[in-house]
Structure formats: structure tokens, C-alpha cells
């Protein structure tokens, strides 16, 4: 294929299956002057596959912005330079942003080779809204810290997408069912194109449950596809059916203890009610 010289190109390759890669994407990295590739190692098992022996380097998080100005450099000088991740689309929660600000900056033309994304994979299967979603990444590693980001979505009427590592994956359902709601609609894609593949859709309580009861389904990469709020004009959503079963429970109950029963049966998220009853307290 002709090649464009000076050009960087961003090339998607697989979430896992081989064969979702695109011959463009084998023609390009065979023609490139070099790949910019996030761990050298795990590429050369992907490039090997294809038969492509183009030089490679790492562009990883740590020397990011030391090898953005030598690829600027040689990108300037003529090179053709290909980016890849260790899967799917580059740029989606791995290096390259400041190699691609960098290159628009310096008039360097920019060229997709679109290919797999987990994000799109997983809304495509998830049966929930897709015509409008929010990308969140990884969450916090902490649970204070995951916890207050789910809080600040938690009212988000479009469709949330997160990604999440396997040891961290219990936990985080945990946080979501309480503060997004155990009755929130939610998709859990796991390993996705690979030989155990997961998609189960179930509400964020029983989803924690059911991990939590299976050790298999805490490995392997996952993304979590949680459905926004409802929200109809002109109508309460079902707040005042909510505020009056949390009303009924702070006549019987302990301020904590009637948020948590009413979080459970409302699916309602856990500081909304939480400021509701301080509100039905102070009169």
C-alpha cells in the first residue's frame, strides 16, 4: 500500500480474538518506518503473528513525553510512525495523547486505521441506551476516592462505560450498587472476543452478588455498561413515591439504618436519600 511519509498514524489492533484484525492495519504497520508501541514485548507476539518485522519502540506512560519529541523529530524528518496499544484502540485510556497534540501542533497529519474498541464492543452487546453514553475509564484505585467519582455520575442520564481491573472488580460493583442504586440496570462484558468471554446484564446488586459467588469472573480485563437515569419531562421520576417510603422508615429506624433499607428497596442512590432524610429530620 502507499504510505504516507511524515505521517502518524493510529492504528487499532485487537481486543483479544486475532482475527478481528484489519488487513489495513497489517499493511500499514509492515509499511511504517517504525511502531510506537506500548509494551514492546507483548506487540512482538501480535507483530510476529502477521509476519511484520518493522522496528519498534516503547511508548509507554513513563517515557511519554521524552519519546513524543524524538517521534515528532523523526516524523518531521519524513518517517512514517504507527502507534499501537497493547489492544484496541490507541488513546482510549493508554498513552498517546501528547504525541497526537504534539503532532497536530506541528502540522504532522494525524491518520486513523480504526479496528476494535472494548468500549464499542461492550455497548454494542449491553441492550442499553447507546445513542448517547459517557466514557468514565478506570476508576480511583481507593474506595473514598472511587466512591466520590460515582457519587458526581450518579445523576448522568446518558449510558456510564467504565473499565476495570479483575482484583479491583468486586469491590467497585460493591460501590456502584451503593451508590448508583442495587436495582440500577447493568452490563458486566469480561474478557470480551477471548476464549471466556462473559456478557451478563442483571441490576448492580445482584451483579456484585453473582461475582462475588464466582472467583472465574474475577479475571481477565472487564468493562462495566450501567444505565443513566430516567428522567421524564414534566414528571417526578418516582421521587415523591421514594421520599415517602424513606419517610415511613425514619418514623421506625435510625437515620443510617432507614437510608440503607431504603436504598435497597428504591434502587435509589445512597447520598440523595441520605440528604432527603436529613431534610425529613429537620422538618
Known amino acids: ?28 504497520l509492515r ?19 502477521f509476519g511484520i518485522t518493522t522496528p519498534c519502540l516503547a511508548y509507554h506512560e513513563h517515557n511519554e513525553r521524552q519519546q513524543t519529541q524524538n517521534l515528532i523529530e523523526r516524523l518531521l ?48 452487546v449491553s441492550g442499553l441506551a447507546t445513542d448517547r453514553f459517557v466514557f468514565e475509564g478506570f476508576l480511583p484505585a481507593k474506595s ?8 458526581m455520575v450518579g445523576n ?7 473499565y476495570e481491573a479483575p482484583h479491583r472488580l468486586l469491590a467497585t460493583l460493591a460501590d456502584m450498587a451503593d451508590i448508583l442504586g442495587h436495582h440500577r440496570e447493568a452490563v458486566l462484558t469480561r474478557e470480551l472476543t477471548k ?55 425514619l418514623e421506625e429506624l435510625p437515620l443510617k439504618q432507614a437510608v440503607g433499607l431504603a436504598v435497597k428497596i428504591t434502587g435509589e442512590r445512597r447520598n440523595r436519600l441520605y440528604q432527603w432524610a436529613v431534610e425529613i429530620k429537620d422538618g
Not at 6 to 27: C, H, K, Q, S
Not at 92 to 98: K, L, T
Not at 144 to 151: F, G, I, K, P
Open 1 to 28: 500500500m502507499s504510505i504516507v511519509n511524515g505521517a502518524l498514524y493510529i492504528v487499532a489492533t485487537p481486543i483479544g480474538n486475532l482475527g478481528d484484525m484489519t488487513p489495513r492495519a497489517i499493511e500499514v
Open 31 to 49: 509499511a511504517v518506518t517504525v511502531i510506537a508501541a506500548e509494551d514492546t514485548r507483548h506487540s512482538g507476539v501480535l507483530l510476529r503473528h
Open 77 to 124: 524528518q519524513g518517517a512514517a510512525v504507527a502507534l499501537i496499544s497493547d489492544a484496541g484502540t490507541p488513546l482510549v485510556s493508554d498513552p498517546g495523547y501528547h504525541l497526537v497534540r504534539a503532532a497536530h501542533a506541528a502540522d504532522i497529519r494525524v491518520i486513523p486505521i480504526p479496528g476494535a474498541s472494548a468500549v464499542l464492543a461492550a455497548l454494542s
Open 144 to 151: 473514598a476516592a472511587r466512591r466520590e467519582r460515582l457519587q
Open 156 to 162: 448522568e442520564s446518558r449510558t456510564l462505560v467504565f
Open 195 to 249: 476464549v471466556y468471554e462473559t456478557v451478563r446484564k442483571d441490576d448492580l446488586g445482584r451483579l456484585w452478588r453473582w461475582v462475588e459467588e464466582d472467583p472465574n469472573q474475577q479475571k481477565g480485563e472487564c468493562v462495566i455498561v450501567v444505565q443513566g437515569v430516567e428522567s421524564t419531562p414534566g414528571h417526578d421520576d418516582g421521587d415523591g413515591e421514594r421520599r415517602r417510603i424513606l419517610e415511613v422508615l
